[in-house]
């Protein structure tokens, strides 16, 4: 059974950092591309950022493009996000999740392309 942990979340002032991690087990994830979404209050799940496999490329939302950064340490399974100038708009809880197919970045802001999920982990930021 493939499970995903997010750890990190928390309170923080506007222009304060977290680093999000967020831990696979049941599924080695050096083939497969991962993603972190979030969610507002009252809002959809959107797409923030995603690493291909191999940590080679990553893609972000135009929202925290250059506030935040997506890496990987494949030897500990684990996918992290590191967010930078947070700000109050960013308050959300942060999800990551495991691509459906390996080797494939195909499709990386859709929902749909991920088929497991984390239980999110809660960002707060104040202003």
């Known amino acids: 059974q493939v499970q995903l942990v997010e750890s990190g979340g928390g309170l923080v002032r506007a222009g304060g950092s977290l680093r999000l991690s967020c831990a696979v087990s049941?599924?080695?994830?050096?083939?497969?591309?991962m993603g972190w979404f979030r969610q507002p209050p009252g809002k959809e799940r959107e797409f923030v950022a995603a690493?291909?496999?191999?940590?080679?490329?990553?893609y972000y939302s135009d929202s925290v493009k250059g506030r935040v950064t997506i890496s990987r340490d494949n030897a500990k399974n684990t996918v992290f996000l590191q967010m930078n100038n947070l700000k109050p708009e960013d308050t959300a809880v942060y999800y990551c999740a495991i691509k459906r197919t390996a080797y494939s970045i195909l499709n990386y802001k859709s929902i749909t392309s991920y088929d497991v999920w984390g239980q999110g982990t809660q960002v707060t930021v104040s202003s």
């Open positions: 049941g599924r080695t994830i050096s083939g497969y591309s």
């Open positions: 690493i291909r496999w191999g940590g080679a490329s990553t």
